[in-house]
């Protein structure tokens, strides 16, 4: 079932929803879930105490506003422009990430959120 959370970081939030994939009902499970901000190109990416394996589905190339969980550094993604892997302007994961939901609305706006920031991932 499809969860509905709120990413906060530097006074943004955007609204997002989960997806109903087994990795997503694992984050969904240990939120609130907090983190400090990474910053690659146009991602966000950060630790979180979650553990998965790569799923049947994971992929490098996303979308803008994707979420995404990458199983090689237990990390949680948020994908809005191009990254240093990108082949031209789509975001590209440095290695092969699984798809956990979407940004509902603009993701663009993560752009002004700093390497260092404090984030947080809560139900909505």
Same mark, same amino acid.
Request: charged share 20%; proline share 7%.
């Given at each position: 079932m499809p969860t509905? /959370?709120?990413? !906060? !970081?530097?006074? &943004?939030? &955007?609204?997002?929803?989960? #997806?109903?994939?087994?990795?997503?009902?694992?984050?969904?499970?240990?939120?609130?879930?907090?983190?400090? /901000? #990474?910053?690659? =190109?146009?991602?966000?990416?950060?630790?979180?105490?979650?553990? %998965?394996?790569?799923?049947? %589905?994971?992929?490098? +190339?996303? *979308?803008?506003?994707?979420?995404?969980?990458?199983?090689? =550094?237990? !990390?949680?993604?948020?994908?809005?422009?191009?990254?240093?892997?990108?082949?031209? %302007? +789509?975001? *590209?994961?440095?290695? +092969?990430? #699984?798809?956990? =939901?979407i940004v509902d609305?603009?993701?663009? /706006?993560?752009?002004? /959120?700093?390497? =260092?920031?404090?984030?947080?991932? +809560? *139900?909505?």
């Amino acid at each position: 079932m499809p969860t509905p /959370v709120r990413i !906060a !970081a530097a006074g &943004v939030t &955007v609204a997002a929803t989960l #997806n109903d994939s087994p990795t997503a009902a694992k984050i969904a499970a240990a939120l609130p879930i907090r983190g400090q /901000v #990474n910053r690659w =190109g146009d991602e966000i990416y950060f630790a979180i105490d979650v553990k %998965d394996s790569q799923a049947a %589905d994971a992929r490098t +190339e996303m *979308r803008v506003g994707e979420l995404a969980y990458w199983p090689a =550094g237990s !990390a949680f993604c948020l994908f809005w422009g191009k990254t240093p892997a990108s082949q031209a %302007d +789509e975001p *590209r994961a440095y290695s +092969e990430v #699984n798809p956990v =939901g979407i940004v509902d609305g603009d993701a663009t /706006v993560l752009a002004g /959120v700093a390497d =260092g920031e404090p984030i947080t991932i +809560e *139900r909505a």
